[in-house]
Structures are given as structure tokens and as C-alpha cells.
């Protein structure tokens, strides 16, 4: 049996035009909200895709009309859960728990895709902001809600999101609460596009289908490179692309390419 083909909690696993793993968040009667199952799901899912050569860009989005509402409400009504205990056992809670996903997306090599079919709300809006590129359409909405409920980004909201609009306007966001919804969250630059919600799925499609397109072993090296690049200094990235350049420049794809160029045709890439 295949691994995707396996049950995981709060989770639907599907691949999509042989090399696209879509993962869908399942916990719909509570907007998606994150669960102890959904993480242990999640990481589990994305790092096998990460090591599985076959995967070369994964699709994360939502069941039904929410992407993911962030933490569940009741459960920190309870104090349960995730939410258990007093200050010393939430923060190991954080640490062993819901913090293992950010951790495990920063790590991954594959391309990380958010379809962002609805609501993304605190640590759901994290979420997609951990990903390299986000979709969305019309009804999409972005919101930083922590301070609202007197609580802090735990799941390193305070890290991803700067990166992907600012210090400026992602502070905006978390002292505010305000939401951003469709075109006003692609003009402050929460989204890399903006679909009729009729259409956005295929053109998530396409947009992954690009992806595939390309040498996976040259996408891989230079969203490291990106990674690297964005946090260090300019000799730390110079070092490292020279490395990841000799490494590419005696693929099997990169020959590949160049045949293909020279006989004005698409290329067959493997992953070698």
C-alpha cells in the first residue's frame, strides 16, 4: 500500500498529476482549527514527501470553506488538550507540539504551495505564510488575531510573517487584529495571486504543473539558497550557491536542459 494512500488524523492526502502531493487540513466542523492529530499528521505527510523523489511540489489547503481558523477556542477554555497544564508544561507543550510544524516546513526541500481557500486566522494564517506561495480568491481572509485574544504568535508567526510582507506591515497586523480579505490581501502582499474562487483550483493546478516543469533538483538547491540567502551574510550565500552550482552543473537534468534547448523541445527532467 502506498503511504499516501494510508489514514492520517485530520488529514486528506491525494496525489495529483504524478508529481503533486495535495494535502488538505480535515477538521471542518471546527474551520480546520489545529489539532495534537493534525500535527503529528502533518509533519509526518510532509516529511516523507520532502524524502519521496517523486514529489517535486506539495499543495496544502482546507476542508470546506475555511483554510485554517489557528487554534481551537474550546480547548483553551478547557485548558485542554494542547492547552493543558499551567505556564511551564504549555511552553514544552509549544515546543514539542505545534512548534515541530514550522520547523518542519523551514526544513523541507520541495516547494510548499498554500491554496488558501477561505479564512487563515492566527495560527492558520502562520501557516500559510510558512509555505513559499499562496493562492487565493475572493472570500480568502488573512488575520493576526493573537492580541485580540490576549495571546502571543507561539507557532513562530512573529518570524514567517515579516518575511513575506514586512516589519512594517506585519506589525500592523499582529497589533491591530485587522483581517485582509481578496484584493486588499493580495495588494498588501499576503498572496502571490488572486483567482475567481470558480477557478482557483485549477489554477493552483497549473501553477503547480510549472513547478514540476523545472530541473527538482535545481527548485530544491535554490529554495535553500533563498533560505540561506535571506537570513546570512552576502560571502554565506556566495560560498553556498558556488557549492550548490557544482552540485547542479553535473546533473543529469542540467544536460538534459541544454539538449532540450538545443533541440527546441520541453524537457524530460528526472530528478538526477
Given amino acids: 500500500?502506498?503511504?499516501?494512500?494510508?489514514?492520517?488524523?485530520?488529514?486528506?492526502?491525494?496525489?495529483?498529476?504524478?508529481?503533486?502531493?495535495?494535502?488538505?487540513?480535515?477538521?471542518?466542523?471546527?474551520?480546520n482549527a489545529i489539532t495534537t492529530d493534525m500535527i503529528n499528521s502533518l509533519t509526518e505527510v510532509l516529511a516523507h514527501a520532502d524524502f519521496d523523489r517523486d514529489i517535486r511540489v506539495v499543495v496544502l489547503t482546507g476542508k470546506g470553506k475555511n483554510f485554517c481558523a489557528g487554534g481551537d477556542i474550546k480547548a483553551m477554555e478547557e485548558k485542554s488538550g494542547m492547552f493543558a497544564g499551567e505556564s511551564n508544561e504549555l511552553r514544552a507543550r509549544y515546543q514539542h507540539?505545534?512548534?515541530?510544524?514550522?520547523?518542519?516546513?523551514?526544513?523541507?526541500?520541495?516547494?510548499?504551495?498554500?491554496m488558501v481557500n477561505g479564512a487563515a486566522v492566527g495560527a492558520g494564517c502562520d501557516l500559510s505564510m510558512m509555505c513559499d506561495l499562496r493562492v487565493g480568491n475572493q472570500k480568502t481572509k488573512f488575520a493576526e488575531?493573537?492580541?485580540?485574544?490576549?495571546?502571543?504568535?507561539?507557532?513562530?508567526?512573529?518570524?514567517?510573517?515579516?518575511?513575506?510582507v514586512g516589519y512594517s506591515k506585519a506589525m500592523q497586523m499582529f497589533l491591530t487584529s485587522k483581517?485582509?480579505?481578496?484584493?486588499?490581501?493580495?495588494?498588501?502582499?499576503?498572496?502571490?495571486?488572486?483567482?475567481?474562487?470558480?477557478?482557483?483550483?485549477?489554477?493552483?493546478?497549473?501553477i503547480a504543473d510549472a513547478i514540476c516543469a523545472n530541473s527538482p533538483v535545481a527548485q530544491k538547491l535554490t529554495k535553500k539558497a533563498m533560505k540561506v540567502s535571506y537570513l546570512h551574510d552576502l560571502q554565506t550565500s556566495l560560498d553556498m550557491l558556488a557549492s550548490f552550482q557544482g552540485i547542479s552543473q553535473r546533473t543529469n537534468d542540467h544536460f538534459e536542459a541544454i539538449k532540450s534547448f538545443k533541440e527546441k523541445r520541453s524537457p524530460n527532467f528526472r530528478g538526477q
Avoid at 499516501?4 to 480535515?26: C, D, G, I, M, R
Avoid at 488575531?145 to 513575506?164: A, N, S
Avoid at 498588501?188 to 493552483?204: C, I, K, R
Wanted: hydrophobic share 40%; charged share 20%; aromatic share 12%.
Fill in 97 to 114: 507540539g505545534i512548534q515541530r510544524i514550522p520547523q518542519c516546513i523551514e526544513n523541507l526541500s520541495v516547494p510548499v504551495i498554500a
Fill in 145 to 164: 488575531t493573537f492580541t485580540r485574544m490576549g495571546l502571543v504568535p507561539g507557532d513562530g508567526g512573529t518570524f514567517f510573517l515579516q518575511r513575506i
Fill in 1 to 31: 500500500m502506498s503511504f499516501y494512500t494510508k489514514s492520517f488524523p485530520h488529514l486528506e492526502v491525494a496525489v495529483k498529476n504524478t508529481h503533486q502531493l495535495w494535502v488538505t487540513l480535515n477538521n471542518p466542523d471546527q474551520m
Fill in 179 to 206: 483581517s485582509f480579505e481578496g484584493k486588499e490581501a493580495m495588494d498588501f502582499g499576503l498572496m502571490n495571486f488572486l483567482f475567481d474562487e470558480a477557478v482557483m483550483e485549477e489554477e493552483t493546478k497549473k
